[in-house]
């Protein structure tokens, strides 16, 4: 019998053992952690700017060309496109779940590039970025000053070029990005009536700042080849890019021909270093700030990925500029670091229960060792599995290991049980007891771990969403159970032959009535099971009584893919009516701020003005908080948890009549969906335009509310 070569060798057998167990820590210190595994399709990017056109124009001239060329794109799911009036369009691309992120931005990049030709020049020249897409928001940073001695430009400024740059390099977090667009740019102020005057078009002054805003290549005065008896060479420099606003002003728009005199950029306008974008701004607990968003890479550490820039940001603290400060108004891994926390809590919690009811049954230290034993060279080694399978270390796999701890030590249980049989009935000394154990239920045991096994590997094979969320739950226990498997044939046996006893002496006290109840219950359980197979249509009477409440419990009680959490923050999104400005959506976000300030669960408030987070773009009449909730250990109330606190909001935002306010969770799974609850889109498959759309949409919430 092949076990018996392990139960003579039982060095081997440890050694065996204490590798998986090396193997298994090892693969657990370089796990990712994340709060689940990655469920989100992967999705590519595609922003472009159209200054000054409107959504309809934007939408038929930019997006519909690229659609058309990124149609059939290799592993397509489904794309949309959503333009604003404020001049920028976001085309999102989904991909099929599994497919590689980086050969679907190259594919799309292909296609954009075959549709650029197609948009307006302004548009190319505007550029028209592909990137890899996570809706997963992992932290935001908010760069504010305390005495406010800074202006929204010169924090944006700094923030763009100190600190996002800084941060991309931080591993895991290369996907930082500020909200808006912060860089500095020379802006020309014109004058329409000026203009008009002198017969002058906006497109002769760009022609004419294009043509002489360059750089050029002189050349060189005493390059060969020259007459004889040059000695020196010398390179031509001439003043490259202009950086100045009087250099701006100084630019020729026409000069003088036929009797009319030149005229400068000064002339007709003027110009100024500012922003180059005023679509966005941002507060942080009132005062004016840059904010920057992180999301996680997939893959990434994300609770490393937070400390280590957390770790950066104090590092280029100590170089801000006297007066500028930084906060993380919002920090996800906090959430998914308290969850882990309390899994792994539970885990130990389990392996203690685990223990007492093993050492209870079997009332032996010596035998209670070699079943426990399995315990965490079978979990710890699922690690391994875990590693070569990409899995992450998360809420899935923590809970199928928890399950786990109970049917690893099964095996080793029934080596010890049968071993001390066959001492005590047969008299045999431990070693021959657990060769003629192993002979017997060797079968029984590989047969246990295979039936184990078949219950649980079938879901590896489910696809989808939801398949993923069960195939990392069901995998994990499918290795543990294999490892204790492994145990079972090889180390469990050979301690047993070293540490098992021939008598463990007569049972006294507790484990004396221990034994007597246990076999009185015993007895009326057979005695309850023979009564039932008397009395069967009785039995099967209940039997079907229960399937039918089962039944009838499954339709009453609600069903949601993931139930909501208390995350540790939560968004608050404003809606104003389209033709709202940015002063009007920033005073009713202020009034937004002062009640959320009130709030005794929330913490830190940031603002966005001016953004999207339900269709992700930049309009003029929305804007979006990032509340953050008190720690954890502050919040033991119930009445400040998130469940009592968003209601209890969204009743006080109900008063603010200039637009919509709305506070909502999270999604409970980060990547699906912007929010919590479920998102659908209505589409127009037949003729008419985006009035005919919009009466339809609004019919349809019409009809929805009605069935709330």
């Known amino acids: 019998m092949f076990t018996h070569f392990f139960i003579d060798r039982p060095i081997l ?11 298994g820590a090892v693969a657990m210190w370089v796990a990712p952690i994340s709060q689940y595994p990655e469920l989100a399709p992967p999705q590519v990017s595609i922003d472009a700017r159209y200054p000054g056109a409107t959504a309809e124009v934007i939408a038929s001239t930019v997006a519909a060309p690229i659609e058309a060329q990124i149609n059939g794109v290799d592993n397509l799911l489904y794309f949309n496109s959503v333009s604003s009036s404020s001049g920028n369009v976001t085309i999102s691309v989904v991909f099929k779940p599994g497919s590689d992120p980086d050969i679907n931005q190259v594919n ?3 296609r954009v590039s075959q549709a650029l030709p197609l948009v307006p020049q302004v548009v190319s020249q505007q550029g028209v970025t592909v990137e890899k897409k996570s809706s997963s928001i992992m932290m935001v940073l908010s760069i504010f000053s305390p005495d406010d001695r800074y202006d929204s430009t010169y924090i944006d400024n ?14 895991g977090a290369n996907r930082a990005s500020v909200f808006g667009l912060p860089d500095i740019a020379m802006r020309i102020w014109l004058r329409p009536d000026r203009m008009a005057q002198l ?19 002189i050349g060189q005065i005493g390059a060969q080849p020259t007459p004889a008896g040059v000695q020196q060479t010398f390179v031509v420099t ?8 009087e250099e701006f002003e100084n630019i020729i728009v026409r000069a ?4 009319t005199a030149i005229v400068r950029v000064r002339d007709i306008g003027r110009a100024e270093l500012a922003k180059r974008d005023y679509s966005i701004a941002s507060r942080m607990n009132g005062r004016t700030a840059t904010t920057i968003g992180i999301y996680q890479q997939p893959g990434a550490n994300a609770v490393e990925t937070a400390r280590a820039v957390r770790a950066r940001m104090e590092e280029l603290k100590r170089q801000f500029p006297t007066g500028l400060d930084y906060k993380v108004t919002l920090d996800t ?7 882990i926390d309390k899994v792994v809590h539970t885990f130990f919690e389990a392996v203690v229960l685990v223990i007492a009811v093993v050492f209870l049954f079997l009332q032996s230290l010596r035998a209670t060792v070699i079943p426990i034993l399995a315990v965490p060279v079978s979990i710890v080694g699922t690690f391994v599995g875990m590693h070569l399978l990409g899995f992450s270390v998360n809420m899935l796999t923590m809970f199928g290991l928890i399950l786990a701890i109970g049917l690893v030590v099964d095996d080793a249980i029934v080596v010890v049980e049968n071993v001390e049989t066959n001492m005590a009935k047969h008299g045999l000394p431990a070693l021959e007891a657990a060769k003629r154990a192993m002979t017997e239920i060797a079968g029984a045991l590989i047969s246990i771990v295979l039936v184990l096994v078949s219950v649980f590997l079938p879901v590896a094979f489910l696809g989808g969403v939801t398949g993923t969320l069960y195939q990392q739950f069901a995998v994990t226990i499918a290795i543990s159970v294999v490892i204790s498997g492994v145990m079972a044939l090889t180390l469990s046996p050979a301690l047993a032959a070293i540490i098992i006893r021939a008598h463990h002496g007569e049972r006294r006290g507790f484990f004396r009535w221990f034994e007597a109840t246990f076999a009185r219950l015993t007895d009326g359980y057979v005695g309850g099971v023979a009564r039932l197979v008397r009395g069967w249509p009785l039995a099967l009477a209940a039997f079907g009584a229960v399937i039918a409440g089962i039944l009838i419990l499954f339709r009453v009680l609600p069903g949601s893919f993931v139930p909501d959490e ?4 939560f968004f608050v999104v404003v809606e104003a009516p389209d033709t709202a400005s940015q002063s009007y959506v920033s005073a009713l976000g202020e009034k937004a701020e002062k009640i959320l300030a009130a709030e005794p669960a929330v913490q830190d408030v940031a603002f966005v003005n001016g953004f999207s987070l339900v269709d992700g773009t930049f309009r003029n009449n929305a804007a979006i908080l990032f509340p953050s909730l008190k720690p954890f250990e502050e919040r033991k109330d119930p009445s400040l948890l998130s469940f009592s606190v968003l209601p209890r909001l969204n009743r006080q935002f109900a008063g603010l009549q200039e637009g919509v306010v709305l506070a909502i969770n999270p999604p409970p799974i980060p990547g699906l969906g912007t929010t919590g609850g479920f998102e659908s889109y209505l589409q127009n498959r037949g003729a008419g335009d985006a009035r005919a759309t919009a009466q339809a949409v609004q019919a349809f919430i019409a009809a929805a509310r009605q069935r709330v």
């Open 333 to 339: 891994s906090l959430f998914t670091l308290n969850s």
């Open 199 to 217: 017969g002058i078009s906006v497109q002769e002054v760009a022609n004419a700042i294009q043509s002489q805003n360059q750089t050029f290549g």
């Open 256 to 259: 003088a021909q036929q009797g």
């Open 566 to 569: 208390d995350q540790g923050y």
């Open 13 to 23: 057998s440890s050694v065996i053992s204490i590798l998986i167990l090396l193997g």
């Open 108 to 110: 799309v990049q292909n």
């Open 158 to 171: 700094y923030a763009n070029l100190y600190v996002l740059e800084e941060l991309k390099r931080v591993p």
């Open 238 to 245: 001439a003043q490259g890019l202009l950086t100045k606003p």
